[in-house]
């Protein structure tokens, strides 16, 4: 009993030195190219929202129409990071028989409000966005 606190312990220290999110610390041991691709693709989050910050973009001001709905560059951005750091983990971890699918539904979602993001965003965010959508169009496969 004492090993599996001290296994789980280790497994949250390690992704606090890394500074990742806990659900992407927890996937490392059992998908390590999903965590990986996760982690990229939260910092291409991060990245993307920092250069709208530094060319002076606000990201609530941005706004996209899909879906029938209109979308902020924050909301989609932020969704996206949400997916890769908490959503995906979760679903991998359930272990659900249909996990691999749940996840390609989500990032091809992702992939499309991101393409419509880029036709309605500055030129000054563009290499950032291209950036973002290089890494979630590297998703590895899932192994169940």
């Known amino acids: 009993m004492i090993a599996r606190y001290l296994r789980a312990f280790v497994q949250a220290w390690r992704g606090a030195v890394r500074r990742e999110a806990p659900g992407i610390a927890a996937l490392r041991s ?3 190219e999903l965590a990986e691709w996760c982690a990229s693709v ?3 989050c991060d990245a993307l ?3 709208a ?3 002076q973009v606000d990201p609530d001001a ?3 129409r899909a879906e029938g709905r209109d979308h902020t560059m924050a909301l989609i951005v932020k969704g996206i990071r949400f997916h890769a750091a908490e959503e995906y983990p979760f679903i991998v971890r359930g272990g659900d028989r249909h996990a691999a699918l749940a996840l390609q539904a989500s990032n091809l979602n ?3 409000l991101l393409t419509r993001l ?3 965003s500055p030129v000054l965010l563009q290499v950032p966005l291209t950036a973002l ?3 979630l169009d590297s998703m590895p496969p899932l192994r169940l």
Do not use: G
Request: zero cysteines.
């Open 30 to 32: 059992t998908q390590p």
């Open 42 to 44: 939260v910092s291409a």
């Open 49 to 51: 929202l920092a250069a």
């Open 53 to 55: 910050t530094a060319a």
């Open 62 to 64: 941005t706004i996209v």
């Open 110 to 112: 992702d992939r499309f």
């Open 118 to 120: 880029r036709e309605k």
């Open 133 to 135: 959508s290089t890494s």
